[in-house]
């Protein structure tokens, strides 16, 4: 599903430059459940925006599906993200004056599809999430676990052939974390191709493999 060859990333800084990825070679498996894990600044996250289109690297090529994304134009990359790509980030990331079916359906906005379809995709993602009766809620009448929840189902809402997490429980207490790591699974036993980035050894115990970089390298 994706093969990244001898990716390489380095930022500006006030004396030159710092390498964040210094030569990553990495596949992932259609179905595959792949942790990345790392201290802080240990290049992860770089890595996770580079595999979903976000963030060109330096060098080095990635392919998903047998695409070089990165030789797609702006207008390419953004729509194979789209169709292809489902994010969930540490702060959920969700518009706090829509509804929870609103956030949902966001990822179905630029698609040729009518409104009552995006709804019914969206109640049926949300379902999936355990949170059926939540629909008409704004987030702030939410729960952190329940807005994690929401942020899944509008990942997954498009059917995206992979599921890219940075951080997914890192605002969450230890018990919703292992509920929102039991959607992962569950995700994941349905088929679903995973790639997760985290810090916490808890999390790691729910993927098929771990991955570990240590100052953008492999370990």
């Avoid at 969930?88 to 359906?105: D, G, K, R």
């Avoid at 698609?111 to 999936?128: H, I, S």
């Avoid at 429980?169 to 349905?190: C, I, K, R, Y």
Wanted: proline content about 4%.
């Amino acid at each position: 599903m994706i093969t990244a060859h001898h990716i390489t990333k380095e930022y500006p800084s006030g004396e030159g430059a710092v390498a964040a990825l210094r030569g990553v070679d990495l596949t992932v498996e259609t179905g595959e459940f792949v942790c990345i894990m790392g201290q802080s600044g240990s290049g992860k996250s770089t890595l996770l925006t580079i595999l979903g289109g976000m963030c060109h690297p330096g060098s080095g090529s990635v392919e998903v599906d047998g695409t070089a994304i990165y030789r797609l134009d702006d207008n390419g990359l953004a729509d194979f993200r789209a169709r292809h790509f489902g994010f969930i980030f540490q702060s959920f990331h969700l518009v706090p004056y829509l509804t929870a079916q609103e956030n949902v359906m966001l990822p179905l906005a630029p698609l040729a599809m009518a409104a009552a379809e995006k709804r019914r995709l969206a109640n049926d993602a949300l379902a999936r999430m355990g949170l059926a009766g939540c629909t008409g809620r704004l987030p702030g009448r939410l729960s952190g676990g329940e807005q994690e929840r929401v942020a899944i189902a509008r990942a997954v809402v498009n059917r995206p052939a992979i599921l890219f997490a940075d951080e997914p429980t890192g605002n969450l207490d230890s018990a919703t974390s292992d509920q929102v790591m039991g959607l992962f699974t569950e995700l994941h036993q349905a088929g679903q191709t995973i790639v997760m980035v985290t810090h916490n050894p808890d999390n790691g115990h729910y993927a098929q493999r771990t991955i570990r970089l240590k100052d953008g390298l492999l370990l």
